[in-house]
């Protein structure tokens, strides 16, 4: 291959000739259309009777009891448009997408790291699967977009988790062996988003590639050493390059060859390239043309040991100073008692609060918070839970919150 390969020149190492013809004319073709039920809202059930109301076509996406595929009538031209979608119904989601959180298999009570979280979809998702009753930290490092992560947050209802802003070196320094699960769905090229058509080849660019791919070593090595001995690590990319998927994992098994192995996924059909290593038939590589969807890259990795601390540091100043949560106060059973009490006269039946949270005040917002939160003593949080309500300026009133409506 050439110091600095094109497209073709990159590509036609991986795949044959009709292979990568078929590649090429998935570039202009759109995918099917796929979405995903918000379940800490509502239940599918509820969905099938909105399709049927609009005439909306679905079928189910076979990896995910909450996804389906769907395709719109005439007179419809966008589900983003509907209220609906406002109302947190629904996430529009590329079904490959769906395939990390899926394979994550989480469980109730577990603690959770969605280590580049952002815009969030993920993080919905996991929460989605066991109906809120999980704890967790959805990071990310770029100041804008966990401003985005936290509107979603919001607008899907979900109150068990904490958004934070470090840079993954933290995890590894002061959350050793900490997480039950963690999922990396690691920035990257982005060459499997078919939206992009054939710029994606016009823009190839084999040096962001290697820088991509020396990010994710680090991402992954860090996160790495924040999981349980016998805990899960799944690790995703959109790009289509060895480099920033097999190679990175590979990357991750040498540096730590006694700790980390390799699982088998549920979905065996489409095996990753085994250039370096046979056991990268054990991850998931899809390709555009494979199933009208993104492409798509998925590892599952299990810690099988304790790992030594190797703190690989920041070197891409990209990360943002996180903000203090040093004003978040949590109430005690008499105040919380007067918050409940003014919520239930309000909105006309008991207001309950889960076992899994309490209420904290934060300036003259009252909020559902995960209790988990007094457990890890981090310094700063962004984000915590679910804003409930607000005092008014004279402090006699409290009025209850968007977020609060959508989940009774």
Known sequence: MPKHPSFSDYYNQYLDPESYEKLLQTLEVPTNKSLRVNTSLYTNKEFLQFAKKNNIQISPVSWSKIGFYYKLPENLKSLGALPENEQGLYYLQDSASMIPSEILEPKKDELILDMCSAPGGKTIHISNLVRNNVNIIANEVEKKRSTLLCLQLKKYGLSNVIVTTYDSSFFAKNMTNKFDKILIDAPCSGEGMRERGLSIIKNFNYSLIKFNAKRQQRILTNAFQALKKGGTLVYSTCALSYDENEGVVDYLLKKFPQNAKLKITKITEFPGISKENSNFNKCIRIWPFYLNTNGFFVAKIVKTEDSPIKIEKEKFNSHQK?????????????????????????????????????????????????????????????????????????????????????RI
């Open 322 to 406: 996180p903000s203090k949560s040093e004003n978040w106060k949590n109430l005690d059973a008499k105040n919380s008692l007067i918050i409940q009490k003014k919520i239930t006269k309000i909105i006309g039946k008991e207001f309950k609060i889960p076992e899994n949270l309490k209420i904290a005040q934060f300036k003259n917002e009252y909020w559902l918070q995960p209790k988990f939160l007094d457990k890890l003593n981090l310094p700063y949080v962004k984000y915590a839970g679910l804003l409930i309500g607000r005092m008014n300026e004279n402090r006699l009133n409290l009025e209850i919150s968007e977020e609060l409506i959508k």
